[in-house]
């Protein structure tokens, strides 16, 4: 079957959520508020009754924080019906699925559903990591079966990825796509494959995290602070305690498994550790971090502001390269009221202290070791605010001298400098390049287009910025030469270039 033109807005049409869990409840309850009749049906006797009863609680909380209208509350819930049977539901419109993660089960429940709906009753899944085109396999109208992922807690999460199977009519994805926008959602177009879109984009957010974890190269605290400065709410380390290192894991390990094993989705021993101990986060009382009472929580890292450090009379300084970097340090010196010259040609960006015969340079994904004796590299500065935490290193070979200067240099600039290991893209430039190279490949494979990308990840994971934003800013070149100076020191195909990047380095006339 084919939907065509014929089927109508599904604005206020009957509809039907199936499971009554966090997820039904939610949709249920925006559906309800948007004006629908909605039927609630849970396998477990009674359970669809208690989550309306549970809901009518939650709702009531809101009124009596000024939240929601009493009258608002009591229309929401008369147009709510727990259904003791599916067959109930013929006159649906409209199915949202949100039962127990399994293949089998959610088919089997489809072809059910088959027997009891009208044949145009649109049936939309909210699987978080199943193939769209796996459940619509076996049905007698694959193409009115669609993805319709909400993010939790589903009233106050803005996302919804529209996802399409092989079969899915994009006539049904269009509906559930409007349908979405009258519920106030934000809907963006996925095609069904493993991860869909922010499951997908986010899986580097935690795994450079976690690499830079194995090799040593930070505390959980430092990277944390060094990624909060970027402006996401949480460090990555804080977040997968929260979210619970066995739920992430299993993330991370069904999308590795699902994409072949290629490695750049390559879980962490870090993580496996963790949850083979029973660390599993908040919910156990220990991760990353200790959850237990009286512990003291990490917060934000200390920043001093010191006074630039007071040169040798022929020390001469030299800003070097251009861009926001340049002229953000061009800026702090100036402020400072301090003399220095500037060489715009210079192919790296950062600070000469020339007399010393030293560099502070931004990253550009090579270690400071490869660069140089007197050198030190420090991390991709995104927020322009002062004070923000920056992680930093010096070369193997620096002096013990340089290596304390370097500090209070970066200190004096504005930043709150925290000293990692000598890795190649330190935190920030390496989290942000695989980020964005991976909504690279997203996009280059069909998956969502670079605006979806960018929707999908602030609204669904709060990101301050989408990859895409990151990159204009950024520039194509330099997340190209951050990727390449990982590949290069690590091998392997973790850290190999979207194809996309290349590309669109290519259409800017840069080799
Ligand atoms: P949940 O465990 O809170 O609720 C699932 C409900 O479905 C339970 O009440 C269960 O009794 C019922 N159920 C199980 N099998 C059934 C069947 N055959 N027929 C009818 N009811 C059945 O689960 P939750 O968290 O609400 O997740 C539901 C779905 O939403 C899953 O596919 C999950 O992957 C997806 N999802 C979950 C998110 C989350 O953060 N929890 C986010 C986005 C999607």
Redesign the pocket.
């Known amino acids: 079957m084919t939907m065509n033109s014929t089927v109508n807005k599904l604005d206020e049409a009957p509809l039907l959520v199936?499971?009554?869990?966090?997820?039904?409840v939610g949709i249920a309850q925006v559906a309800a508020q948007a004006g629908h009749a909605v039927m609630l049906?849970?396998?477990?006797e009674g359970?669809a009754a208690e989550a309306k009863t549970k809901l009518a609680k939650s709702l009531d909380a809101l009124v009596a924080k000024g939240k929601l209208t009493a009258q608002g509350v009591s229309q929401t819930l008369s147009r709510i019906e727990a259904i003791a049977s599916l067959a109930a539901a013929a006159p649906a419109r409209l199915v949202i699925e949100?039962?127990?993660?399994k293949l089998d089960?959610k088919r089997?429940?489809f072809q059910q559903l088959e027997a009891i709906v009208a044949a145009d009753c649109v049936l939309a899944?909210?699987?978080?990591?199943i193939s769209v085109t796996a459940i619509a396999n076996g049905l007698q109208h694959p193409a009115r079966l669609v993805g319709m992922?909400?993010?939790?807690p589903v009233p106050q999460m803005r996302l919804v990825e529209v996802v399409s199977g092989l079969q899915t009519d994009p006539a049904v994805a269009a509906l559930i796509f409007d349908l979405a926008g009258v519920w106030g959602k934000v809907a963006v177009h996925a095609r069904s494959t493993p991860g869909f879109i922010v499951n997908r984009i986010a899986r580097p957010f935690y795994a450079e995290t976690l690499a830079l974890l194995q090799e040593q190269a930070a505390t959980p605290a430092v990277l944390d602070a060094c990624l909060r400065a970027v402006g996401f709410r949480m460090g990555p380390c804080a977040l997968m305690d929260l979210i619970g290192h066995d739920t992430n894991f299993a993330v991370t390990s069904s999308v590795y498994e699902a994409n072949f094993y290629d490695k750049r989705f390559a879980p962490s021993l870090v993580q496996r550790e963790l949850v083979d101990g029973g660390l599993l986060g908040r919910k156990s009382g220990r991760g990353f971090y200790d959850y237990t009472a009286g512990a003291v929580q990490p917060g934000n890292t200390d920043f001093a502001p010191v006074p630039l450090p007071v040169a040798p009379v022929a020390q001469s300084l030299c800003v070097q390269g251009v861009g926001p970097v340049a002229e953000r340090l061009v800026a702090a010196l100036a402020q400072a009221g301090r003399a220095f010259a500037r060489d715009e040609s210079s192919d790296w960006v950062g600070l000469a202290i020339v007399a010393d015969g030293a560099e502070l340079r931004l990253t550009d994904g090579r270690p400071a070791s490869q660069l140089g004796a007197e050198v030190a590299v420090f991390d991709l500065p995104v927020s322009s605010e002062t004070g923000i935490a920056l992680a930093w290193a010096p070369s193997s070979r620096a002096s013990a001298g340089w290596c304390a200067a370097a500090a209070t240099w970066l200190q004096a600039l504005g930043f709150s400098p925290q000293r990692i290991a000598d890795v190649p893209g330190l935190v920030v430039a390496r989290t942000l390049a695989m980020l964005i190279n991976e909504a690279a490949d997203a996009v280059l494979h069909g998956v969502c287009t670079p605006e979806g990308a960018d929707a999908a990840m602030k609204l669904g994971v709060n990101y301050p910025a989408g990859p895409f934003e990151w990159l204009a800013q950024w520039e194509t070149r330099n997340v190209i030469g951050c990727l390449d100076a990982l590949d290069a020191h690590y091998r392997g195909e973790r850290y190999r270039v979207s194809p996309w990047l290349r590309q669109r380095a290519w259409q800017e006339g840069v080799q």
């Open positions: 199936v499971g009554a869990g966090v997820m039904g049906y849970d396998a477990r359970a949100a039962i127990v993660e089960v089997g429940l899944t909210n699987t978080s990591s992922h909400f993010f939790n």
